[in-house]
């Protein structure tokens, strides 16, 4: 398989500061930033630099954003692994896979961005039912974050870090959690949402206790519909008048 097949190439630019986070969330992926900005410094003194980063939480808070702005702000290109691809039926085939795709975010110092991290990061139990390929992903997996180099940053996602093998989870220096956003947080976001529409339409009803990316459906679609209805009935008068 062409490793081109294996990696989804995001050119979406994100900025950082137009990620929802809070602020300690917000500090840590700084100091990350800062750290690979003065990485030689830092070796002068014998320090290590982090470079791998959990993401985990509630879906649609801001994980794959947080991976983006990171990539951005320190001028790298970001890999995104294509799971439906990488996963193959035939033994051995997924660990290659895995492989390729972290040798070249390594060669060209990369983010490698591994989302829905726990389906082939799942913990390694002694049930009998156990899929002998999915211990020997996990082993391919706890080499290639081993042996991933300092100048490249590797970060995973996850909906579910329970059920991800603690030897696995013991790799990550910074672990970030992404929740359901508060109501404050939540109008804020709104805010930003609504203000490039007239009022007419960003006047309507907000929901709360849901994530960003729902909001923002949910915002777009009345919008539209809104939109639609509103340069229908514009056009519906337009013809009236030249029927005249």
């Not at 020997?136 to 974050?145: A, D, G, K």
Request: proline letters at 2%; one cysteine or more; glycine letters at 4%.
């Amino acid at each position: 398989m062409n490793i081109l097949d294996l990696i989804i190439h995001d050119r979406e630019q994100v900025q950082l500061d137009s990620v929802f986070l809070d602020d300690n969330s917000r500090r840590m992926c700084r100091q990350l930033i800062r750290e690979h900005h003065f990485i030689a410094e830092l070796h002068k003194y014998g320090l290590p630099v982090n470079n791998k980063l959990l993401l985990h939480g509630a879906s649609g808070c801001g994980k794959t954003m947080t991976a983006k702005a990171l990539a951005h702000a320190m001028h790298k290109n970001i890999y995104i692994l294509n799971l439906s691809n990488i996963v193959s039926a035939r033994i051995g085939e997924t660990s290659q896979h895995l492989k390729q795709v972290f040798d070249k975010a390594a060669r060209e110092n990369a983010v490698l961005f591994l989302d829905e991290f726990d389906q082939i990061a799942k913990a390694r139990g002694n049930d009998a039912q156990d899929v002998g390929e999915m211990r020997r992903l996990v082993n391919t997996l706890l080499q290639l974050i081993d042996y991933y180099p300092e100048k490249s940053l590797l970060i995973c996602a996850t909906n579910h870090p329970e059920i991800i093998d603690a030897a696995l989870m013991r790799r990550f220096q910074v672990r970030i959690a992404f929740e359901v956003p508060a109501d404050a947080v939540l109008d804020h976001y709104y805010d930003q949402l609504l203000a490039r529409f007239p009022d007419d339409i960003a006047d309507m009803e907000r929901r709360y206790g849901i994530s960003f990316a729902e909001a923002k459906d949910y915002c777009f679609t009345i919008a539209k519909a809104r939109l639609i209805g509103k340069w229908e009935k514009e056009q519906a008068l337009t013809a009236e008048l030249q029927a005249q």
